[in-house]
């Protein structure tokens, strides 16, 4: 066990808001661009925070991608409820097309037409910040997407838009804040920088389902996904063959352990502190509609689609008032876990530690810890049961 333990302190976090120090979810990676991905976001300076969306640079002309109905039919999930919930999205900067973007991408779906409402960090329909420019395209890329999985994965639902003044963590988190107190019950981030800050008091409102992306860079954890009142949420490749989808890690999925004390009811036995992830859902080979900065329809990978897709599954069960963080993952009974979560059994991430090597933080399927792993955390929905 201290064997363990010590292992696991190899290559996690690094730094926090405020400091140099950026995550690991945000370092360069040679396997993202080896498997035909791009980084949108990659913001250096100190306390600020980057998206988590990739772009597919040879992706097939048309609509290519995994659409809307591989993801209701994959998890099962129940498309005729989720009206009244409120799914609130984060991020920074303006994207003046996003309820243009979205309308042609669920009309293209079947999805209907969309209650959406955009908000600046304020909280008001008014006074959005600058639109997203130079370095910071990304984010809009980001925003398009991040409306979009909600849609895809929960049609009914109303989406809040709370675009940021910057990608700064504290325009972020004031975001974040506002949304909690304007009465959203599901929050999705796709973003994280730093890590292992103590100050995430804007993610503890009571009543409020927190969720982040796990970022892009294999092992290792970022803000705000290792708070312990936010769901970890990992990334899977989700492929089909015939009617059958089949799952396996996504292998530049965050994962691993996180400098931030770990909570009572994560009980792995490998790592001191929180450990991520709780769950996961597909981050790769993604359809998305967006024409600013692009010109239509691209193909997107990353965290930054698990993270709304299941943001958008949380309100389908409207379960926020009576859950916060990943919690329901690591209490659910073995035969619920069996029933409404679908175990990822093989596939790991990139960039784990030497002394990780097969362990159930970078692998799936190892029998280590039950039907847990660091990537995966305890699996993908099959329908609403465990959230």
């Given at each position: 066990?201290?064997?363990?333990?010590?292992?696991?302190?190899?290559?996690?976090?690094?730094?926090?808001p405020?400091t140099?120090?950026?995550?690991?979810g945000?370092?360069?990676?040679?396997?993202?661009e080896?498997?035909?991905?791009?980084?949108?976001?990659?913001?250096?300076?100190?306390?600020?925070m980057?998206?988590?969306?990739?772009l597919?640079?040879?992706?097939?002309?048309?609509v290519?991608?995994?659409?809307?109905?591989?993801?209701?039919?994959?998890?099962?999930?129940?498309i005729t409820?989720?009206?009244?919930?409120?799914?609130?999205?984060?991020?920074?900067?303006?994207?003046?097309?996003v309820?243009?973007d979205?309308?042609?991408?669920?009309?293209?779906?079947?999805?209907?037409?969309?209650k959406v409402s955009?908000?600046?960090?304020?909280?008001?329909?008014?006074?959005?910040?600058s639109?997203?420019?130079?370095?910071?395209?990304?984010?809009?890329?980001?925003?398009?997407?991040d409306v979009d999985?909600v849609?895809?994965?929960?049609?009914?639902?109303t989406?809040?838009?709370?675009?940021?003044?910057?990608?700064?963590?504290?325009d972020?988190y004031?975001?974040?804040?506002?949304?909690?107190?304007?009465?959203?019950?599901?929050?999705?981030?796709?973003?994280g920088?730093?890590?292992?800050s103590?100050s995430?008091g804007?993610f503890?409102?009571?009543?409020?389902?927190?969720l982040?992306?796990?970022?892009?860079?294999?092992y290792?954890?970022?803000?705000?996904?290792?708070?312990?009142?936010?769901?970890?949420?990992?990334?899977?490749?989700?492929?089909?063959?015939?009617?059958?989808?089949?799952?396996?890690?996504?292998?530049d999925?965050?994962?691993?352990?996180?400098?931030?004390?770990?909570?009572?009811?994560q009980?792995?036995?490998?790592?001191?502190?929180?450990?991520g992830?709780?769950?996961s859902?597909v981050?790769?080979?993604v359809?998305?509609y967006?024409?600013f900065p692009y010109?239509?329809?691209?193909?997107?990978?990353g965290?930054?689609?698990?993270?709304?897709?299941?943001?958008?599954?949380?309100?389908?069960?409207?379960?926020?008032?009576?859950?916060?963080?990943g919690?329901?993952?690591?209490?659910?009974?073995?035969?619920?876990?069996?029933r409404?979560?679908h175990y990822?059994?093989s596939?790991g991430?990139?960039n784990?530690?030497?002394?990780?090597s097969g362990?159930?933080?970078?692998?799936?399927?190892?029998?280590?810890?039950k039907?847990?792993?660091?990537?995966?955390?305890?699996?993908?929905?099959?329908?609403?049961?465990?959230?």
């Amino acid at each position: 066990m201290a064997l363990g333990v010590a292992a696991c302190n190899a290559g996690g976090s690094f730094g926090v808001p405020g400091t140099a120090a950026q995550s690991v979810g945000h370092l360069p990676s040679s396997h993202l661009e080896a498997t035909g991905y791009k980084r949108l976001c990659a913001d250096a300076c100190p306390g600020y925070m980057n998206c988590d969306v990739l772009l597919k640079t040879n992706a097939e002309p048309g609509v290519p991608g995994l659409a809307p109905a591989d993801f209701q039919a994959a998890y099962k999930l129940p498309i005729t409820k989720g009206a009244g919930q409120v799914v609130a999205i984060v991020d920074a900067f303006d994207n003046p097309n996003v309820a243009s973007d979205l309308k042609v991408y669920r009309k293209n779906f079947g999805l209907g037409a969309a209650k959406v409402s955009k908000f600046n960090q304020l909280g008001q329909k008014k006074n959005y910040p600058s639109k997203c420019a130079g370095s910071n395209l990304g984010w809009c890329v980001e925003i398009d997407l991040d409306v979009d999985m909600v849609s895809a994965s929960n049609p009914l639902c109303t989406i809040w838009l709370f675009e940021a003044n910057s990608n700064n963590g504290n325009d972020l988190y004031a975001a974040v804040a506002r949304a909690a107190k304007m009465g959203a019950h599901v929050i999705s981030n796709s973003y994280g920088g730093g890590g292992g800050s103590a100050s995430y008091g804007d993610f503890a409102k009571k009543g409020v389902m927190y969720l982040a992306s796990a970022g892009d860079g294999g092992y290792g954890m970022q803000d705000p996904v290792d708070y312990d009142t936010v769901v970890s949420v990992g990334g899977t490749q989700l492929s089909k063959v015939g009617s059958t989808y089949t799952e396996k890690v996504w292998p530049d999925s965050g994962a691993g352990r996180s400098v931030v004390t770990k909570p009572s009811w994560q009980h792995d036995p490998k790592c001191s502190e929180r450990t991520g992830n709780d769950v996961s859902a597909v981050a790769e080979n993604v359809a998305e509609y967006d024409t600013f900065p692009y010109c239509g329809w691209i193909v997107i990978g990353g965290t930054s689609v698990s993270s709304p897709l299941l943001g958008g599954v949380f309100g389908l069960a409207g379960n926020a008032s009576s859950h916060q963080g990943g919690k329901p993952f690591w209490t659910l009974t073995s035969k619920n876990r069996r029933r409404y979560l679908h175990y990822i059994n093989s596939g790991g991430v990139v960039n784990c530690p030497p002394s990780l090597s097969g362990s159930y933080l970078c692998v799936a399927g190892t029998g280590e810890y039950k039907t847990y792993s660091g990537p995966a955390g305890w699996g993908t929905p099959n329908g609403i049961g465990a959230f």
